[in-house]
């Protein structure tokens, strides 16, 4: 445990300019540590003139600040994953695979530390944190048995003398543009399973949360991910308007809210590359007649508050089969007993919303319900 904590501790001083890195963080600006970027296997400094505050969404205390990534240096890193691209299309399957047999092994050991950083930076419960790190990880165990899903078909004899055969090979640079809602498990939703099938990565993580994606990547590389093979920028839209236009990236992926995923995808498309994007969701839960009202009030509770309602399965609608009246009282109970507090408390139940305006948005549109249905008592 102590060699994990050191490893975490020195993963810390590459990301980042550190004189200490703690759940305390420096109050001031000037005073809290920049954030680098990785290019070519290397965390460097950025050159920019621009910076974004991350805070800790607890304290409002300034963690580190965050370069919004120069044009340079964006098409240094597309140029080092090019670059590093035919060597490791070339390296097996089972190489490949073997890094991130390692990677999820080093992932567990510094499982808590991640966790520690998604809090600080996010501020969900630290117990939350630790179920995102997890959620990422199992993505990085499916990485280590991709070898089937890149198998081709073989069809003889589709017409006269012609057997019909398909192969799936790799890209080229994919990028990835990440929300602040799960700042490791979504990075991890991404280039494990891209690079183990051959491509090489340029990764956008949040700019409000960015310091666990580069503490993964500090682990990637300790893996034996080649240099190059993964690269990370920051910024804001400019950048993601960089990844969508530049010709030399085939294929982006992206998760978060509506208005961004179309734009993404359309200008993405626009550029002839492969596009995913998975967009806000709404969630509903129907309860029956019969359901057990002890463990159905915790379900719906864990699923509707959890994270601060702030993630795509968050349930935003219930619908009750029968009324709503026999359901009034528990729920409002059950809302009441979950304590708000900052993340690593231990009696935490709900960590803050991310920035104080999500929070003031949130309780518009609590306000708005409320008007709109006339309050509780309308409920039905």
Partial sequence: MQRSQQTLALAYARVLHLKR???SAAAASADAPTVKLLINGEFKDSSTDSWINVTNPATQDVVSRLPLTTVAEFKAAVQAAKDAFPAWRATPVPTRQRVMLKFQELIRQNWDELAKSVTTEQGKTFQDAKGDVFRGLEVVEAACGIAPLLMGETVENVAGGIDCYSLRQPLGVCAGICPFNFPAMVPLW???????AGNTF???PSEKDPGASLMLADLAMQAGLPRGVLNIVHGTRDVVNNILDHPDIAAVSFVGGDAAGRY???RAAANGKRVQCNLGAKNHAVVLPDADVDSTVKALTGASFGAAGQRCMAISAVVFVGGFERWREPMLEAAKS???????????DVGPMITPQAKQRAEALIQAGIDQVGGWGRMT
């Fill in 21 to 23: 890195f703690s759940s």
């Fill in 264 to 266: 993404i995808y359309g």
């Fill in 202 to 204: 340029v990764l956008k």
């Fill in 338 to 348: 979950l304590k708000v507090n900052g993340g690593m408390e231990p009696d935490a």
């Fill in 190 to 196: 991404m280039y494990p399973l891209a690079v183990t």
